[in-house]
């Protein structure tokens, strides 16, 4: 079946660096993608979307880059703090199904910050 | 605003027993859904509703039942708890934007386990 997934489960860099994760879909009808941190206890938390007719979105310290043509997705953090530290999500939404409640998570990636 | 809310935090049940997992937003959210995480992995969508009255099926909605009576509350029940329901569950609501749905809002969390 249709699946998101991530390429690296755990990915460690140094406080300062830019961070970079990896999100991989499948479901070509997805036109809404999502990026979660989810701390340690604590239930996932927004960060950033996207939406398919875009190819670059920026936020505060983040941005998501979409390429719909190998269908991949990723969210890069500038200088990366320790408070960053966490699982990150991408989410899937398909519209047109009416089924707007709907997201597809992939399974996670671990980000580590070494001070 | 309370933002989502589910109680309670921890429950242990045994094989067999019922129960209702409680969720409630303060926001007018249309949308809501029920999410499951186990351990090392993604959220798995149980049951979702887009509207007072509506409810649907997720990914994973077998030995659950939702309600939806009213915008605030979105209970799940647990008719028969079986220990592959051992989990953490979240409980999440977001808005209709014109554009599709919003960015969805978690709750803190309800940290089963059933014996």
């Known amino acids: 079946g249709e699946s998101v997934g991530l390429h690296l489960p755990t990915l460690s860099v140094q406080e300062g660096d830019n961070s970079i994760i990896n999100c991989a879909y499948s479901n070509s009808a997805s036109d809404y993608f999502i990026w979660y941190k989810q701390e340690s206890g604590k239930g996932p938390q927004f960060i950033i979307d996207?939406?398919?007719?875009?190819d670059k979105r920026q936020g505060q310290r983040v941005t998501v880059l979409l390429n719909k043509t190998v269908k991949h997705l990723s969210l890069q953090i500038a200088a990366t703090q320790p408070g960053d530290s966490a699982v990150y999500f991408c989410a899937e939404n398909i519209f047109g199904s009416g089924n707007t409640g709907k997201l597809i998570f992939g399974q996670g990636t671990t980000l580590q910050v070494k001070p | 605003n309370a933002g989502v809310t589910q109680t309670p935090k921890f429950q242990v049940l045994k094989t067999g027993q019922s129960m209702t997992l409680q969720c409630a937003q303060d926001m007018n959210h249309e949308y809501m859904s029920w999410y499951r995480q186990d351990p090392g992995m993604g959220l798995r969508l149980i049951h979702y509703?887009?509207?007072?009255?509506?409810?649907d099926q997720g990914e994973v909605p077998n030995g659950y039942n939702v309600s939806r009576s009213t915008t605030e509350d979105f209970p799940l029940r647990l008719l028969s708890a079986a220990p592959s329901q051992t989990s953490v569950y979240f409980c999440?609501?977001?808005?209709?934007?014109?554009?599709?749905?919003?960015?969805?809002?978690f709750g803190p969390g309800t940290r089963l386990t059933v014996l």
């Open positions: 999440a609501s977001s808005v209709r934007r014109a554009s599709g749905q919003g960015e969805q809002f």
């Open positions: 509703s887009v509207g007072a009255g509506i409810t």
């Open positions: 996207i939406r398919s007719n875009m």
